[in-house]
Structure formats: structure tokens, C-alpha cells
């Protein structure tokens, strides 16, 4: 064997070691603001109420204050019991509401931390609105996103998790995470429902963590925009239709505490 042949051989088994090697290593920020048991419980619970929606079981995804995957949790036992692409569109929600935000004390006109839920941006990307091409901006890497076993999806080694996959998405299910002092920490993303479902339920996800003093929403934060009154983009589209979604919201779902109570 000539010796231009060794080194070649020793070069790609060095390459194969450091991708085993960084695919074994891979593991949760030390930052990360919730656990994979406290986000599994937290969703397992959201989703067994009523949401409004299909009552279809969830995916859901942490990621850290720079858009690092913490945790996914799945609340079916199989892989296929909730849609297999909302994993993926879970981790693309948390990462667009964490990295679309501000923390205290960076912005004159908020007297708090600032977050947008994935459900505000809807009307604002549309043609002719204020952000039209946002969710286009920063593309999911996908051979990080689709990577790794099947069998691992949802658990706490899932592939994802150490990963950050990027992406923006414009509809219900990502919501903004910040610890006492208003600092952003993460966000939460959850999907497999119809997006109005999806923002309930990420807003029910967020009221266990903040009853639990894990983390809590923003001072200020652009809301779902059933009336089109807040983002001066247009309505969010009514799910249920003749305005049962906006109604269920308002009834149900509002009125659940998002930040730390005494």
C-alpha cells in the first residue's frame, strides 16, 4: 500500500471519528431554561385539555435564548401518533420566538422584555404587510433538522436536542421564555393541532411553567390577533370559523397567568 494511501485512509477515519464523537457529545445547552421532564409534563398536560381544536396529540420543543434545541417531547407513545412533521415545525416556532425578542432594559418603548408569538407575525408577512418575506429569511437547515433515528424522536436524546435548526414560522405555537429579571432564556414551540389550537396550547404550556417558577412570558408581547387591532396587518384566521377560535380564546385560554405570581 502506497503511503499517499495511508494518509488518505487516516484521514477519513479521522473524519468519521469526529463526527461519532460530535454526535455523542451532543446534548442540551447548560443554559437551557426547562428540562425535557418538565417540558414533557407541562405538554402532556396542555394537550389532555380542552383546546379547541382536533384534540391531536403534540410536539413540543425548548430552545435556549440563542436558538439551541433543549428539549423535544412528544405526548403520543408512537412515533406516528401525532404528525411527524410538526417536530420539526415545533423546533422552527421556539426558535423564531426566541430570537425575534428583546430583554429588559434594550428598548425605550417596552418597559420589560419584548416577544413576538409565532401567531402575531401572521398578518405582518402577508403581501403588502410591514414584515412580507419574513418567513423566508432564515431557512430550517435541514440536514440538521431531518438527522438521526426515528426511534429517538421526542425523547429525551432526541437528535435534534444541542442542535439549532433555525427557521421562521408565521402561525400559532411558538411563544417567548424569560427568567425573573426579564432576560430572555428561550422559548417553547409546540405544533399538531390546527394553529389556533397550537397557540392554546403552548399558552397553557407556559402557564405550568410559570406557576412552577421555571420561566414566564414577556412584559410585553404582540399577542394572536383575532381582531386584526394589534399588528395593523390583518386578522388571524378564525380556526373553528364564525368566530368560535377567537371566542374559545378569549373564554378559556387568555385569562391563564403567562409570568411568576407571588
Known amino acids: 500500500m502506497s503511503e499517499d494511501v495511508m494518509v488518505l485512509k487516516k484521514m477519513v477515519s479521522g473524519a468519521f471519528l469526529v463526527l461519532a464523537s460530535s454526535a455523542v457529545l451532543a446534548g442540551p445547552p447548560k443554559d437551557c431554561p426547562v428540562s425535557y421532564e418538565q417540558l414533557k409534563a407541562a405538554l402532556d398536560a396542555a394537550q389532555a385539555a380542552n383546546n379547541g381544536g382536533l384534540g391531536f396529540d403534540m410536539w413540543g420543543t425548548v430552545v435556549n435564548k440563542d436558538g439551541r434545541v433543549c428539549a423535544v417531547a412528544k405526548t403520543g407513545d408512537s412515533l406516528n401518533d401525532q404528525w411527524l412533521a410538526s417536530r420539526v415545525i415545533s423546533a422552527q416556532k421556539a426558535y423564531t420566538a426566541a430570537t425575534l425578542s428583546n430583554n429588559k432594559g434594550s428598548s425605550h418603548s417596552t418597559g420589560g422584555a419584548f416577544g413576538f408569538s409565532t401567531a402575531s407575525l401572521y398578518g405582518t408577512v402577508l403581501e403588502g404587510g410591514p414584515l412580507y418575506g419574513l418567513q423566508h429569511s432564515n431557512p430550517v437547515d435541514a440536514q440538521t433538522a431531518y438527522a438521526g433515528n426515528s426511534s429517538k ?30 432576560q430572555v432564556v428561550g422559548a417553547v414551540g409546540v405544533s399538531g393541532d390546527t394553529s389556533c389550537a397550537d397557540h392554546n396550547i403552548a399558552r397553557r404550556v407556559r402557564n405550568n411553567f410559570a406557576v412552577n417558577h421555571i420561566a414566564q412570558g414577556p412584559t410585553s408581547e404582540w399577542d394572536i390577533d383575532y381582531a386584526g387591532t394589534v399588528n395593523g396587518a390583518g386578522p388571524y384566521p378564525d380556526c373553528a370559523g364564525n368566530g368560535g377560535s377567537k371566542a374559545f380564546y378569549e373564554g378559556t385560554i387568555v385569562g391563564l397567568t403567562q409570568r411568576f405570581q407571588p
Open 153 to 182: 424522536f421526542g425523547a429525551q436524546n432526541d437528535p435534534l436536542v444541542g442542535r439549532r435548526i433555525g427557521g421562521i414560522n408565521v402561525f400559532g405555537g411558538g411563544l417567548l421564555l424569560v427568567d425573573a429579571d426579564d
